[in-house]
């Protein structure tokens, strides 16, 4: 019989990483499913699920991003697809007919990408506690600048890519 333990991480253990990720051209399902594979933790061989393992992510470019889908043109939008008209956020305000329809198109019109790829990830995230503190750690910006040179990002490893 063996003796050893079985390793759990905890909060004195973890030493999260900074990574910086550029959206540019990269279609939003594939990359919000491997940014939450990274925010949870699930990359590393220490991957505990009680406990945030996960590392800090920062994304540029929201703007950029596409959906999957036929190509369309588009005066504004360099990478637009017939899915963009398709896809909608729903919002209810709990009161009758308080229901508003915000197609993916009208959000990236609005500048509000980063709110597309941040439902995206929330959406894959644990629905609890714990995935509401990992989300915090999703830092995300429209143009290709951010403010976190100080934490020193690296780049993210090509296998944790889409």
Not at 67 to 89: I, V
Not at 114 to 127: F, G, H, N, Y
């Amino acid at each position: 019989m063996s003796t050893t333990k079985t390793y759990m991480a905890n909060a004195k253990t973890i030493d999260p990483q900074w990574f910086v990720v550029d959206a540019d051209n990269m279609i939003v399902g594939r990359l919000a499913t491997k940014l939450a594979t990274v925010l949870m933790g699930k990359h590393k061989p220490s991957y505990t699920p009680h406990v945030d393992t996960g590392d800090y992510v920062i994304v540029v470019n929201c703007d950029k991003v596409r959906f999957s889908g036929k190509s369309l043109a588009h005066e504004t939008h360099p990478y637009f697809s017939k899915k963009m008209l398709q896809k909608t956020y729903s919002s209810y305000s709990g009161y009758p007919s308080g229901l508003k329809l915000v197609s993916a198109e009208k959000k990236l019109e609005r500048g509000q990408s980063t709110q597309v790829l941040s439902e995206a990830v929330r959406r894959m995230l644990p629905k609890n506690k714990l995935g509401r503190q990992m989300l915090k750690k999703l830092k995300l910006y429209a143009g290709p600048t951010h403010e976190h040179q100080s934490q020193k990002p690296q780049d993210m490893p090509d296998y944790l890519l889409p």
